[in-house]
């Protein structure tokens, strides 16, 4: 299996950074650690895998997550299913 680019590594952090600032006020550190352990363990298993547009996969479940997050206005465990 192929691996990122560093473009593409570059893409996936700046939507989970984008993720990231909106709900670091929201969660307790506890909470945002959860966060990023779903992130890393969902970013890790979707290594190298893309979506039929080019973009790697793990684009969308961040995407997900942010539209759970930041328009739902649903919690930490809502994030990291979404992830």
Same mark, same amino acid.
């Given at each position: 299996?192929?691996? !990122?680019? #560093? %473009?593409?590594?570059?893409?996936? =952090?700046?939507?989970?950074? &984008?993720?990231?600032?909106?709900?670091?006020?929201?969660?307790?550190?506890?909470?945002?650690?959860?966060?990023?352990?779903?992130?890393? !363990?969902? #970013? %890790?298993?979707?290594?190298?895998? =893309?979506?039929?547009?080019? &973009?790697?996969?793990?684009?969308?479940?961040?995407?997900?997550?942010?539209?759970?997050?930041?328009?739902?206005?649903?919690?930490?465990?809502?994030?990291? %299913?979404?992830?």
């Amino acid at each position: 299996m192929q691996h !990122f680019t #560093k %473009a593409e590594i570059r893409l996936i =952090k700046d939507y989970y950074d &984008d993720l990231a600032s909106d709900i670091q006020e929201k969660f307790t550190t506890e909470q945002l650690e959860r966060i990023t352990k779903a992130f890393e !363990f969902a #970013k %890790a298993a979707h290594d190298g895998v =893309k979506r039929k547009s080019g &973009d790697p996969f793990i684009i969308h479940p961040v995407g997900v997550a942010k539209l759970v997050s930041h328009d739902m206005g649903l919690g930490s465990a809502s994030i990291i %299913a979404s992830i």
